[in-house]
């Protein structure tokens, strides 16, 4: 079992930034790649970026150039920088985690083998 904890969500103003991290613990032999998941009320759930084991990288087109994903495989933690945060950002932000690294289309995408609580992040206007 691998357990995901995720941090750092909160308020924030529009344009402004927060920073989530997520850290891996439990019986971890390898992960193949990590990432973030968000769900705002009344809608599906949604990647926003995922990085494999060699930093390869997928982001959501309504977030790039404004999130950037990073991991630190020493820690077994996995971070997104979010900029310029819009209202439309707002949602619960769960971290995940696969075994595998799976690629479709040529990028990487996340199953989601591991899945933590949630952080919620709120935009306001």
């Known amino acids: 079992q691998v357990q995901l904890v995720e941090s750092g969500g909160g308020l924030v103003q529009a344009g402004g930034s927060l920073r989530l991290s997520c850290a891996a613990s439990?019986?971890?032999?390898?992960?193949?790649?990590m990432g973030w998941y968000r769900q705002a009320p009344g809608k599906q759930r949604d990647l926003v970026a995922v990085?494999?084991?060699?930093?390869?990288?997928n982001y959501a087109d309504s977030v790039k150039g404004r999130f950037k994903i990073s991991r630190d495989n020493a820690r077994n933690t996995v971070n997104l920088q979010m900029n310029s945060l819009k209202p439309e950002d707002t949602a619960v932000y769960y971290c995940a985690a696969d075994l595998a690294e799976t690629v479709a289309a040529g990028t990487p995408i996340l199953l989601g083998d591991y899945w933590g609580k949630g952080t919620l992040v709120t935009v306001s206007s």
């Open positions: 990085i494999t084991s060699s930093s390869s990288t």
């Open positions: 439990g019986s971890i032999f390898s992960i193949g790649s």
